[in-house]
């Protein structure tokens, strides 16, 4: 008999609670597959299947699950970016269902998305500083040299990193400028999507405590999503575990960490074997010496 998912928290109803930043009530989201043969349509393909869950204010909360679970289904949803097929999302309270694209600007203020390959989110013929003044001229934002050196520095690069293009930095200084330039627009949400699985090993550690220090500093909610339970163990407090569409399990990092309730949860955990040994290697004292470049 399938297992039930355990510890999922009840289903909040849709935009409920000032203090809540996010609030998922049965969202499910089906893609219809084009046909391939003229014979039989191809099967719908469930990515969210009754997926809830809140977030309050200031929380750092994981997604965790393997490839197809619908990790990013899911994140391009609460950024506005897709729709759900059926259910509701709320930001900070404000109910996105059927809200038309225009009405959707609210989130892009609030929310800011931080993806897995900065290579290829970044325009690689435009200048750094251009790159993360992008969402303040957007914004009509005024004195715009001073903020992206400001933001620069925020993320251990040098203000002067602003005159060069994306292809001159490693890939952790890169995925530091799209980390800058999500905090442009000072969003109150940072959404990030396996940001560190891309980089080399030795910087992942840098980038995940850079992160969770500008979280802290600047007071965001963070939504981390990783296949690597590890991972979101670092940065997060809360983490819920994804599988095939669903929620299966959802408590404090430590308790899922420590004590998983569901199976599919022990998987996971049994078969990720990368930055929780790296982590687990390194002092606290090693993973605050940043690197500065
Ligand atoms: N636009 C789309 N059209 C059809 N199917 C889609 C679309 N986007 C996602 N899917 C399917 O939905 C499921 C969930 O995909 P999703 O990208 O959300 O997974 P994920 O957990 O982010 O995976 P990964 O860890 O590989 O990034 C997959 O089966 C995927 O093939
Ligand atoms: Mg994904």
Redesign the pocket.
């Known amino acids: 008999m399938a297992e039930q998912p355990t510890g999922a928290p009840p289903a909040p109803e849709p935009g409920t609670g000032p203090t809540e930043a996010i609030s998922v009530h049965d969202v499910t989201?089906v893609?219809?597959?084009p046909r391939t043969s003229l014979r039989s349509a191809s099967p719908p393909?469930h990515?969210?299947r009754g997926v809830s869950f809140a977030i309050p204010q200031g929380q750092r909360f994981g997604i965790v699950?393997?490839?197809?679970?619908?990790?990013?289904?899911?994140?391009?949803i609460l950024a506005g970016l897709?729709r759900p097929t059926s259910g509701s999302v709320a930001i900070d309270g404000r109910d996105l269902t059927g809200l038309p694209e225009r009405r959707l600007t609210f989130v892009r203020e609030r929310l800011q998305l931080v993806f897995?390959d900065p290579m290829s989110s970044l325009d690689p013929r435009m200048r750094v500083g251009d790159i993360v003044a992008e969402p303040l001229v957007a914004q009509g934002h005024g004195n715009r040299r001073e903020r992206v050196a400001e933001l620069l520095e925020a993320v251990g690069l040098r203000a002067d990193a602003a005159d060069r293009y994306p292809h001159q930095f490693s890939g952790g200084q890169r995925q530091r400028i799209s980390i800058a330039r999500a905090l442009a627009p000072r969003p109150k949400i940072i959404v990030a999507?396996?940001p560190v699985s891309a980089l080399d090993v030795s910087v992942r550690a840098q980038v995940l405590n850079l992160i969770a220090d500008l979280v802290d500093e600047l007071s965001l909610t963070l939504v981390f999503?990783s296949?690597d339970l590890s991972v979101v163990r670092h940065v997060c407090d809360r983490v819920a575990v994804?599988h095939a569409?669903q929620i299966v399990e959802t408590g404090s990092t430590e308790q899922v960490y420590e004590d998983p309730r569901h199976s599919y949860t022990r998987r996971l955990i049994a078969a990720v074997p990368t930055l929780g040994r790296a982590l687990s290697g390194v002092s606290a004292a090693d993973l605050n010496r940043e690197q500065r470049p």
Do not use: N, P
Not at 65 to 76: H, I, P
């Open positions: 989201r893609y219809q597959r393909v990515a969210l699950g393997e490839s197809g679970c619908g990790k990013s289904t899911l994140l391009r897709d897995q999507d396996e999503v296949h994804m569409g």
